[in-house]
């Protein structure tokens, strides 16, 4: 049975709020994000419009991992001890900084790209599945009034830190999602220009 829509069904009001929403948002660095983090009702929310992304085939190729309260200390004592095995010469100085490498945010959540096998979902398009899971915490935290950053760092692409992290074999980190409340107000980013990044397609001559 297909399906039949009226031109009053197909037709969406415009949304100026979110309008407004799309074009404030901005990154804001681990180091300036404070507690309070997100309640718990607040973190189902932002769980669920974090999952509400395109994928292709219906396959969810990804899953989340949250660092908050004591395991943020505790995971980056961890990335400590894999980072001072690697690299002895490493000052204590540059191992602190590992230990706080979730701190002090109030929460982490980890992207972890998770592939499967399909033809008809080539494994780029399950890759930015999970990106759009990274964006859409951005998104969510900022709608719920946080601050909240993407980052990788190194842990990302380390397979023992990234193992220790929640990675399971044949899965990566896409994202580390920093969130709290900002702790002072952070001036916008240049944006680029639309003429030096958009191109309108036309047919090649013969």
Do not use: C
């Not at 395109?54 to 989340?64: A, E, F, I, S, V």
């Amino acid at each position: 049975m297909g399906y039949f829509f009226s031109d009053q069904e197909i037709l969406m009001p415009s949304n100026l709020a979110l309008r407004d929403h799309l074009l404030s948002r901005r990154s804001v660095g681990i180091a300036f994000l404070r507690e309070p983090g997100p309640s718990e009702d607040e973190l189902n929310t932002l769980l669920t419009i974090a999952t509400r992304v395109p994928d292709h085939g219906k396959m969810t190729p990804w899953r989340l991992v949250i660092i908050s309260g004591d395991a943020r200390r505790e995971a980056g004592e961890k990335l400590a001890e894999i980072a001072a095995r690697k690299n002895p010469a490493m000052d204590e100085a540059s191992l602190e900084a590992e230990r706080n490498r979730f701190l002090p945010a109030p929460l982490t959540i980890g992207v972890i790209s998770a592939p499967r096998e399909n033809p008809k979902a080539p494994e780029i398009e399950q890759v930015l599945s999970a990106g759009n899971v990274a964006f859409n915490l951005l998104h969510g935290a900022h709608a719920l009034g946080y601050g909240a950053s993407w980052v990788t760092r190194w842990f990302a692409f380390d397979d023992e830190a990234a193992s220790m992290l929640g990675a399971r074999e044949g899965e990566r980190f896409v994202a580390f999602v920093h969130i709290g409340t900002p702790s002072a107000a952070i001036e916008d980013r240049p944006r680029p220009a639309l003429e030096d990044v958009v191109s309108y397609w036309k047919a090649p001559t013969a």
